[in-house]
């Protein structure tokens, strides 16, 4: 008689991750199958990008970046903003996003989680410039990278900035996609190359509370290299774990306590999230935007002077009232903690009638007149404001004048914002502005024209050199 062995139980079925869903889908996305509308925001974007980091080439924490990527940088076709010199993918992505973003002027969107996805740009340019790849090749890595970047933003509740942690965290798991794609590597790749990014790239909320440093605007582009550098790492047969959102001590595991992150892949292609993103109409953090128009408002419409003003009473979010609006922010001392401090950015609004990067400088910050007004700002949480938020960004800002006159006025959301968008021309103009200090009139045409006929550039590297500052 024998005994029947019984036969071993079928391995379970390889549950697919959610990176590898993600990956499959980018890795085979065409320019045929954008819209229309997500060409032109791209374009947008990059024009607004570019001024932005024309801009920030002039600045002091940009100078000091650059002088130490000199030394460390390795040899390469990937051209820097401004400079017009050629480094290696990984120190240009670097590069070019921190002038990107040093001002913080580029664009902003909030949803459980705030990001700035065009800081994202030149991980799609270097990886492009590497690669000679075309236009169409650009636009298809910027419209890829708002695209995560934004979804990955809605996914978690609360979002992990309400958990201490910084969003350039989310840009690490967004950039080696782009970088990948452009690079035209396989999905597999691509999965390794946000394995290997993401799993060692997270920030800490201390960049953008309290005191601020030059740090603040660094992170988010040091996420950007982080996704270069793992593409290339990839390409070469790296890997890194692929379970690095959904399994084992992955990003849900670690950032609890809820995701949902069907939002993650869902209707991929359907829409496109480039065309939800808004622009800043004034360089400073983003839940600054709508005091500052409502304030601007009140001020002009009344033609207040800045000694008739005796106090402005602020309802704003929880967040406006303590991160914007704590201690350290009624004294700033740089510009990284005035561009992030709602009292500093309406006392310059009631003294100089407008914001823009002239308040920004040491001068300013330290001018007697804006500083006269900075006790006289008011910030208060209210819950009402905190139940609308992010779908509004609503503020309610009352202005009290010495004779006892009051003016109110509630906004739901800034110039700027997808439902009260820049125009074409106002971004020119905005460009124009950041630009003119170290491009010529002629330069800055020729580059507006080629970013308005992107998708006929026929090299990356070309459109790259007419970035070049010829001042």
């Known amino acids: 008689m024998?005994?029947?062995?019984?036969?071993?139980?079928?391995?379970?079925?390889?549950?697919?991750?959610?990176t590898a869903e993600m990956s499959k889908w980018a890795a085979n996305l065409k320019f045929e199958d954008l819209s229309q509308d997500a060409v032109y925001q791209a374009k947008r974007f990059l024009l607004d990008s570019v001024g932005c980091a024309l801009g920030g080439y002039q600045q002091h924490d940009v100078v000091i970046a650059l002088e130490v990527l000199r030394e460390v940088a390795g040899h390469g076709v990937?051209?820097?903003?401004?400079?017009?010199?050629?480094?290696?993918?990984v120190s240009a992505s670097l590069a070019n996003a921190l002038m990107i973003r040093c001002m913080d002027y580029n664009d902003i969107y909030w949803k459980q989680d705030p990001s700035h996805p065009s800081d994202i740009f030149p991980a799609a340019m270097a990886a492009c410039e590497r690669s000679n790849s075309d236009g169409r090749e650009l636009i298809v890595g910027f419209v890829l990278g708002h695209e995560f970047e934004q979804r990955y933003c809605e996914a978690a509740f609360p979002g992990i900035r309400e958990r201490g942690w910084h969003h350039a965290t989310l840009t690490a798991f967004v950039s080696p996609m782009v970088a990948a794609r452009a690079m035209k590597l396989s999905w597999e790749q691509m999965q390794h190359a946000i394995g290997i990014s993401a799993s060692r790239h997270c920030t800490l909320g201390a960049v953008t509370a309290g005191k601020l440093t030059m740090m603040k605007n660094t992170v988010d582009p040091m996420a950007t290299q982080s996704g270069v550098f793992a593409a290339l790492l990839a390409e070469k047969g790296y890997t890194g774990p692929e379970h690095v959102v959904d399994g084992k001590e992955g990003l849900t595991h670690c950032f609890g306590p809820e995701w949902k992150l069907n939002i993650l892949t869902d209707g991929l292609g359907e829409s496109w999230r480039i065309t939800q993103c808004g622009m800043k109409a004034f360089p400073t953090e983003a839940l600054t935007h709508t005091p500052i128009s409502a304030t601007l408002a009140i001020v002009k419409d009344n033609d207040l002077k800045p000694e008739q003003v005796a106090k402005i009473h602020i309802r704003t979010t929880a967040r406006g009232a303590d991160i914007l609006s704590d201690p350290s922010k009624y004294d700033p001392h740089t510009k990284e903690t005035a561009d992030h401090s709602l009292p500093y950015v309406i006392a310059a609004a009631v003294a100089e009638r407008q914001v823009t990067p002239v308040q920004f400088t040491m001068a300013k910050i330290n001018d007697p007149v804006i500083r006269a007004q900075l006790r006289k700002v008011e910030v208060v949480a209210d819950p009402e404001i905190e139940k609308v938020f992010p779908a509004l960004q609503r503020v309610v800002v009352k202005i009290t004048t010495t004779d006892g006159r009051a003016s109110e006025k509630q906004l739901d959301f800034p110039k700027g914002d997808p439902r009260n968008p820049l125009t074409d021309r106002e971004i020119e103009e905005?460009?124009?502005a950041l630009a003119d200090p170290v491009m010529s009139k002629p330069a800055q045409q020729k580059l507006k024209d080629a970013i308005w006929n992107l998708e006929k550039c026929t090299s990356a590297r070309e459109l790259m050199s007419l970035m070049k500052a010829d001042k």
């Not at 024998?2 to 697919?16: G, M, Q, V």
């Not at 990937?78 to 993918?89: L, P, Q, R």
């Open 78 to 89: 990937c051209k820097v903003i401004g400079s017009g010199e050629t480094m290696d993918a």
């Open 430 to 432: 905005k460009v124009e």
């Open 2 to 18: 024998t005994t029947a062995i019984a036969a071993p139980p079928a391995p379970a079925a390889k549950k697919t991750t959610v």
